[in-house]
């Protein structure tokens, strides 16, 4: 069965406190794996697509990889303003390229 | 600035009646998904399109639920008849195509009593 996990489900950081969330996915066949921020009272906002094992990309404080089992958000020194919910996405090579997110990490980031 | 767009924002609507909601895409993009978010399950994927053609919609109930794109600036997701149980927020999102990032927009808080 398809799945994807995110954990933790809440972390707390001191401002500059770097840390990891992670999303680790079990599927027959990967077509993409996405990252999301969400704002409380908004639709998620598309963070970064990673496409293969191996695969890097970065934007300001963030920055996502990709291995055949799992990805990793890495934020570097966050600020309050980071704080928000950060969902995980696949969707999977298959008849209807379905989409699964998982139910995301709750950040908040302590000034 | 293009944005996804749906409305309403908020509905409120007794047991049994129907409900729809809308959603404007994002011009040009040719895949628009229908998501339903509570607490308790996440994003659940309900139906997606490709060029106004359903691909997906293995995740709504087909008893009660009905996705469409009359055209290509509009989708509409539809409820009859709803139940409590339906509650939840509604998001509809479009991208350039399948495989890449998705543009939500603000989503539709429905609540039914």
């Known amino acids: 069965e398809d799945q994807v996990t995110q954990s933790p489900e809440a972390l707390r950081l001191q401002e500059g406190e770097s840390s990891s969330l992670n999303c680790s996915y079990t599927v027959s066949g990967l077509r993409g794996l996405f990252w999301y921020r969400q704002d409380p009272g908004k639709g998620p906002e598309f963070l970064f697509t990673l496409y293969s094992a191996g695969e890097e990309k970065e934007k300001e404080r963030l920055k996502a990889t990709l291995t055949k089992k799992e990805s990793f958000l890495h934020i570097t020194a966050p600020k309050p303003e980071d704080s928000a919910t950060y969902l995980c996405a696949v969707q999977v090579r298959n008849t209807g390229n379905q989409f699964y997110f998982g139910t995301g990490t709750s950040l908040t980031v302590i000034p | 600035d293009a944005r996804v767009t749906q409305t309403p924002r908020h509905k409120v609507t007794e047991m049994g009646q129907e409900v729809t909601m809308r959603c404007q895409p994002i011009?040009?993009?040719?895949?628009v998904f229908w998501y339903r978010q509570t607490m308790m399950q996440g994003l659940e994927l309900l139906a997606y399109?490709?060029?106004?053609?359903?691909?997906?919609d293995s995740g709504m109930p087909k008893d009660r639920f009905s996705a469409e794109m009359p055209d290509a600036t509009l989708a509409t997701l539809k409820i009859q008849p709803s139940e409590p149980r339906d509650s939840a927020v509604y998001f509809c999102?479009?991208?350039?195509?399948?495989?890449?990032?998705?543009?939500f927009g603000p989503g539709t808080r429905l609540t039914v009593t």
């Open positions: 399109f490709r060029n106004r053609a359903p691909l997906d």
């Open positions: 999102a479009s991208g350039p195509n399948t495989g890449y990032e998705q543009y």
């Open positions: 011009l040009g993009h040719n895949t």
